[in-house]
């Protein structure tokens, strides 16, 4: 919860990367990972996905 709150002053900051072939993008939070888009013109962030990192997250 403490990684979401963060992300309402600087979406940006912390481990963020953005996701190669979606206009998406990560932050690694431990064992978790936030997937979010960011609309810039109207200024909001929308949470798509909260998973927890485990061998098969990715593939």
């Known amino acids: 919860m403490a990684a979401l709150d963060a992300m309402r002053a600087d979406p940006l900051s912390g481990d963020?990367?953005?996701?190669?072939g979606h206009d998406a993008f990560r932050?690694?939070?431990g064992n978790y990972r936030i997937i979010?888009?960011?609309?810039?013109?109207a200024v909001a962030v929308g949470?798509?996905?909260?998973?927890?990192r485990?061998?098969?997250t990715y593939r």
């Open 16 to 20: 963020v990367v953005k996701l190669a």
């Open 27 to 29: 932050r690694r939070v």
């Open 54 to 56: 485990t061998t098969t």
């Open 47 to 52: 949470i798509l996905d909260i998973q927890r």
């Open 36 to 41: 979010f888009r960011i609309d810039f013109k």
